[in-house]
């Protein structure tokens, strides 16, 4: 790309005696006052300045950036790296493996496909926790992972060797947003470029929506989907509006009781009222300072759930401690500061920035609290959960009142004591275990139905409707912060101390974000602690905040499923969405890492921890969560004397290595993949079969039909193959012709390399309403090519289109293709025939993956619709005017002529969607993918 330099930007800045090649902001009027994150943006411009897809005007429009106004200013950003997870990134590397060998075909080499910027995968989101509460549950449930996702590790392995920029953090080490904030992330880049060493902020999109992680490292990005992955990948711009920035003013200091997990949440329901989608919230003041780095991560982490793009934090020696902690070099550290300091990014809680709105926080008010049935901006101050509880159960469970008293002894039995670690039953009863004194009389409350539960080895017990039966420490949002890991730790050591274990209902299980949570747990002899009241480590990965929490004991989910009982689990997660954790799992909440060790303890949602008593210890005496509370002081003195630098560095060593399972895959070598023909894992998709190196005019659509018409606000999660299928759909039925047993279909996420899987689950959601069909739900639609236009499945239909040669257009009405499944929604589209899709209003993202993936975006004329222009979708569509992006230019209508049944015509002229010149590029060329790659070859 020919940087034109408008505002003559380019300089050097020499640290330390090494000279970098920068973009000077200070060149541009207005970039002073601007927000961290703003200047972030305004760099990125100016050193991608090209004159076409960037200029001089975006330049302006950004530095004068008027902070009261609506974003109306498209601009193209170029992220400097990509992150990704496994579930979201095999697309990407399949698509790169694919275009090695197109390339090949057109006469090139394929050792010219790589990524053009910085790609790093971590394979975090597959371990599922099959094995608990025991020493070698890591292993096992490794060994199980591995035994499930073969084919794929191979095929990352693989790519692992074969391309360059191209990094693989193998399964085992870590969550993927940790390992960025803790290793991956540079916080300053540098590139050699045209023989200059270049230094500019890092930058970096993911294809996982907790990216925004970074941003507590003072790092601009968010998650993408899978197209703007790859296009970031292959050093294309994304598309985005300017946005408005929330300035968030932080004050005071988080109270002895209160974690950082309160602090999130307190900051989640807070932005989620306020109201922060497609915004930028940036976090200054005075009170910045005193938030620690591992706090301001675990805030950028929640970013999705409070709906905000980004949720940033600037540079400043809290930022330069941490980078030192976790072992950057000194160049680098010496780097960043000089850069920041230099670029005006350092953080001068005196500066007056311009925001667009406002909101402040004083952390001193904040209390401890909980987030629950549902979603994560549903707080609840943890004094109120029990009554909270009692209301929200009545939504999920029928029954009538409940004994004042402890959920394990409603039916007045005492039960064996559980040795937690093992699940072995032992003859001694614990106090812990011992029912409580009760006044014996029902008060009104939650429905109550004590079922009685035998365990095979011999624990007894009775589970009721709020039973905690998951509590997990698990994902990247709090497994990175040590002070809320190390209270977890202490709290257990205080627990146990006192005689108190977890109760034998609850899956318990300890799923750290990095190794070095494991080291600093050694090194403060907080392990065996943790295992004695059950908290085993279960692996290195998301788990259960994705809903990998594996299975409950057998006879524990019989009775659940028997007895319909409402019973909770409790995560240290980000997400606790409806039937997310686990299926037999009604009730899900988020807590800190500690609180979810007390929920543990206590066994039940139904439990008020200022005025019940967690168990008593040998003289009688009760035990309240207040009595083994950690105190604040003292975590701080165990991190000080158990955290340092080498474990960073001897643990990100060998990061990229792997243990014996990944040395020992069976793993296919050379510059191409030889794809397994058998797999119904990774397979060859078909992008580029019968691609020349010029591309093909573009030419108009004549004689579509309509696959499907929709009506307002369909997602991009309506359209996306998303969850379980059955065997009775056309995706089940490709498995099952393919020798797949039902049992091993897996999901459509895990499967996301097969573009044969993936096709087949495109509309196919399960809520879904064609309007072609009459009071029908689900990915169905009428076939015109049989007479009569019977019923027929999407995927069916449209291959038989495909068959007979008739391009399809489907019809939208407004806010078409928001939400986050992204990129097999336009993927999906575009090879089940799809040629245009006519919509009112877009959402920006999927507009632009359309056109990623050759399919023309069209709006109906401003106020009409489908519905005022009298189109019922049995109509044959023709399309003209397309022809015009041949002579370079991108018309700003096009004529669609709709045919009726009886002859008759509905004529429109609709607005063409293609906003930018990179777009009619990609689209001349039949989408990105192929732009790209006749780019590189031409080179």
């Known amino acids: 790309m020919n940087n034109a330099d408008s505002y003559g930007a380019k300089g050097v800045l020499n640290v330390d005696g090494t000279d970098y090649e920068i973009f000077r902001l200070n060149t541009v009027e207005g970039h002073d006052s601007l927000p961290y994150s703003l200047k972030v943006l305004l760099e990125n411009l100016l050193r991608t300045e090209d004159g076409a897809n960037v200029t001089a005007e975006h330049i302006k429009a950004l530095a004068q950036w008027d902070e009261n106004a609506q974003p109306d200013t498209e601009i193209q950003f170029t992220p400097g790296r990509v992150l990704m997870q496994d579930f979201t990134g095999v697309p990407c590397v399949v698509d790169l493996a694919t275009m090695r060998e197109a390339v090949k075909e057109l006469g090139g080499k394929p050792e010219q496909i790589n990524p053009l910027a910085p790609a790093e995968m971590v394979i975090d989101h597959s371990v599922q926790i099959d094995s608990f509460g025991n020493a070698d549950a890591m292993e096992r449930n490794m060994d199980m992972e591995y035994q499930r996702n073969g084919e794929r590790y191979q095929f990352l392995r693989w ?89 968030f003013k932080l004050s005071g200091s988080i109270p002895a009781g209160a974690t950082a997990t309160d602090v999130v ?172 004194e009760t006044s014996g009389e029902p008060v009104e409350g939650r429905p109550s139905n004590p079922t009685p539960v035998s365990m095979p080895d011999g624990r007894e017990f009775h589970l009721d409707h709020g039973a905690v039966s998951i509590a997990s420490i698990t994902s990247c949002t709090n497994t990175s912060n040590p002070n809320v890991m190390m209270a977890a730790g202490v709290l257990a050591r205080n627990a146990s101390e006192k005689g108190l274990t977890s109760k034998p209902w609850v899956k318990t299980s300890l799923a750290p974000g990095s190794k070095v949570v494991t080291d600093y747990y050694e090194k403060s002899g907080l392990t065996e602690y943790l295992e004695k009241i059950g908290f085993y480590l279960v692996g290195y990965g998301c788990t259960t905040c994705i809903g990998n929490s594996g299975p409950l004991e057998e006879e524990i989910s019989q009775k659940i499923q028997e007895q319909d009982l409402a019973v909770t689990s409790v995560l240290s997660g980000n997400r606790n969405f409806e039937g997310r ?67 960073f560095t001897s643990k990100y060593a060998t990061v990229f290595d792997g243990d014996h399972r990944w040395q020992e895959l069976q793993t296919p070598e050379g510059s191409t ?101 009459d009071g029908v739900e689900g990915g169905y639609t009428r076939d015109f090519t049989q007479e009569g236009a019977p019923q027929a499945a999407v995927y069916d239909a449209a291959m038989n289109y495909q068959a007979a040669g008739v391009p399809l257009v489907v019809l939208g009405g407004k806010e078409y293709g928001s939400g986050s499944s992204r990129d097999w929604a336009a993927k999906g589209t575009s090879l089940l025939g799809v040629r245009a899709v006519i919509t009112q209003s877009f959402e920006r993202i999927h507009r632009s993956n359309l056109i990623g993936m050759g399919v023309l975006p069209l709006q109906f004329p401003e106020g009409e619709s489908a519905e005022t222009l009298g189109l019922d979708g049995f109509e044959t569509f023709s399309i003209s005017g397309v022809t015009e992006l041949n002579n370079g230019t991108t018309p700003k209508t096009v004529k669609v002529t709709a045919t009726k049944q009886d002859g008759s015509e509905v004529s429109f002229d609709a607005v063409v969607r293609i906003d930018t010149p990179g777009e009619a590029d990609y689209y001349r060329n039949g989408g990105i993918l192929q732009y790209v790659l006749r780019s590189l070859v031409k080179k």
């Open 159 to 247: 790519g692992q060797t074969a391309f360059d920029d191209f990094k693989v953090v193998p399964p085992g080490m870590g969550i993927v947003h940790q390992v960025n904030i803790e290793n991956l992330a540079r916080t300053v880049m540098t590139r050699e470029v045209d023989g200059a060493l270049r230094a500019y902020p890092d930058t970096c999109v993911g294809t996982d929506s907790h990216t925004t992680m970074e941003n507590g490292l003072g790092v601009l990005g968010w998650g993408v989907g899978g197209i703007e992955a790859e296009a970031a990948m292959l050093g294309q711009p994304i598309s985005m509006l300017i946005p408005r920035v929330v300035g």
């Open 265 to 436: 949440l307190t900051i989640t329901q807070m932005l989620r009222e306020h109201g922060v989608v497609g915004k930028f919230v940036e976090f200054y003041g005075e009170g910045v300072a005193a938030v620690p780095l591992a706090n301001r991560a675990t805030i950028g982490n929640m970013s999705p759930e409070f709906g905000s793009t980004a949720a940033m934090f600037p540079i400043d020696e809290v930022t330069m401690d941490y980078l030192r902690l976790t072992g950057r070099t000194e160049e680098q550290l010496a780097l960043v500061e000089a850069y920041a300091k230099e670029q005006g990014m350092w953080h001068d809680p005196s500066r007056e920035l311009r925001f667009s709105e406002f909101l402040e926080l004083d952390l001193s008010t904040v209390v401890p609290s909980i987030a629950g049935p549902k979603r994560p901006q549903d707080r609840i101050e943890l004094t109120d959960a029990k009554q909270q509880f009692r209301k929200d159960i009545h939504n999920y469970a029928e029954g009538g009142s409940v004994t004042n008293g402890a959920v394990d002894d409603a039916s007045e039995e005492s039960f064996p004591a559980s040795d937690a670690p093992s699940h072995d039953a032992t003859d001694e009863q614990t106090e812990a275990d011992k029912p409580r």
């Open 581 to 647: 954790i686990n299926p037999d799992v009604k009730m899900n909440y988020l807590a800190s890492p500690p609180l979810v060790v007390a929920y543990a303890l206590a066994g039940s949602m139904d439990f008020d921890f200022e005025n019940e008593p967690l168990g008593h210890d040998e003289s009688g005496k009760a035990i309240f969560l207040a009595d083994i509370w950690p105190d604040p002081v003292e975590v701080q003195k165990i991190i000080d004397a158990s955290i340092d630098t080498e474990m």
């Open 673 to 773: 993949f030889a794809w397994d023909e058998d797999s119904t894992y990774v397979r060859k998709p078909p992008y580029f079969e019968g691609m020349d190196l010029e591309p093909s005019a573009v030419t108009d659509i004549e004689g579509a039909r309509v696959l499907l018409k929709l009506g307002d606000s369909v997602t991009t999660d309506h359209i996306s193959p998303a969850g379980s299928f059955k065997s009775d759909t056309p995706a089940g039925r490709y498995l099952l012709e393919n020798g797949v047993a039902r049992k091993d279909f897996n999901s459509y996420g895990s499967r996301r390399g097969n573009h044969e899987v993936m096709i087949r689950g495109t509309f196919a959601n399960i809520r879904i309403k064609n309007e072609l069909l």
